[in-house]
């Protein structure tokens, strides 16, 4: 599978949107990876990193594992 992986400046705020093209939009809040998912007032912000990622994930693992990276144990 290929991914999108943007990251948003809006509002001060920095926020990590991933997105399956033309299925599936994810939005995780800062490096605590709360999800933001209906808060598509994000995309009105700047984008201030961009990049494609290959994975042998589905969506849901993929974003799972994106998100459990920023929590700390």
């Not at 509002?11 to 999800?35: L, W």
């Amino acid at each position: 599978m290929k991914y999108t992986k943007e990251i948003f400046k809006y509002d001060g705020d920095i926020f990590h949107v991933i997105t399956e093209p033309g299925k599936d939009v994810a939005i995780f809040e800062n490096e605590i990876g709360y999800d933001v998912t209906l808060m598509t007032e994000v995309f009105d912000g700047k984008v201030i990193h961009k990049e494609e990622i290959e994975s042998d994930m589905d969506f849901e693992d993929f974003t799972n594992e994106y998100v459990c990276k920023f929590k700390k144990y």
